[in-house]
Nanobody, 124 residues
């Protein structure tokens, strides 16, 4: 039972990346999905979340209008499309899944599964 992120890398200021979060051993359709990030010396923060029922999405103010969260339950994969990237977006990005989650809390405590993280580096 695991989540595996991919799609990170090095991109220039203003560029785009799409992160993927693939689940194995369980069905993402029963889970909310959140993306967190952690930069060196900073606390982990939730940047986006989509509820299990897909009726709630949340974005941190710092990424609103630039990032888009989505999921494909047939592919058992969630995505984070990141546009207009800035050096301040540089961090390790993690996906997390909460059983029947509603994205009510930005804290990282409710989540049942976590990925291993993927590095995103935005150069100026």
């Amino acid at each position: 039972l695991q989540l595996v992120e991919s799609g990170g890398g090095l991109v220039q200021d203003g560029g785009s990346l799409r992160l993927s979060c693939a689940a194995s051993g369980f069905a993402l359709v029963y889970y909310s999905i959140a993306w967190f990030r952690q930069a060196p010396g900073k606390e982990r923060e939730r940047v986006s979340c989509i509820s299990q029922s897909d009726d709630v999405t949340h974005y941190a103010d710092s990424v609103m209008g630039r990032f888009t969260i989505s999921r494909d339950n047939y592919e058992n994969t969630a995505y984070l499309q990141m546009n207009s990237l800035r050096p301040g977006d540089t961090a390790v990005y993690y996906c997390a899944a909460e059983y029947f989650g509603v994205c009510a809390k930005a804290a990282d405590t409710p989540y049942d599964y976590w990925g291993q993280g993927t590095q995103v580096t935005v150069s100026s």
